[in-house]
């Protein structure tokens, strides 16, 4: 089984940088794809980034392109979202989630994942 939970947040000021972390109790988090999206107050919650379990390669989406990084350690069960040059824009709660199967069609679909953590809060101030 496949529990999530997820940490970093906090509060930041522009500009800055944040590492979030996402741990997996569970043994088989090496074959499962990891994807990291986020919701700010008053709309849908939407892809960041996603990370295959076979080569390591990675997505992201355009608003965080050149200043957020996923990344994972096997060996640790997390995956990491590297977050710098943050903008207040990025204030959200920001949830991880786990998919034993990728799809390179529909990584950045939250209905393509079928584990989620509780989501951690980020707080970039201007």
């Known amino acids: 089984q496949v529990q999530l939970v997820e940490s970093g947040g906090g509060l930041v000021q522009a ?20 994807g990291w999206f986020r919701q700010a107050p008053g709309k849908d ?24 990084t996923i990344s994972r ?11 710098n040059n943050l903008k207040a824009e ?18 950045s679909r939250e209905g393509l994942y079928s584990y989620w953590g509780q989501g951690t809060q980020v707080t970039v101030s201007s």
């Open 90 to 107: 990025d204030t959200a709660v920001y949830y991880c989630a786990a998919v034993a199967t990728y799809s390179s069609t529909y990584f």
């Open 15 to 34: 500009g800055g940088s944040l590492r979030l972390s996402c741990a997996d109790s569970g043994r088989t988090f090496s074959i499962y794809a990891m």
């Open 45 to 68: 919650r939407e892809f960041v980034a996603a990370i295959k379990p076979s080569d390591g390669s990675t997505k992201s989406a355009d608003p965080v392109k050149g200043r957020f």
């Open 73 to 83: 350690d096997n060996a640790k069960n997390t995956v990491y979202l590297q977050m």
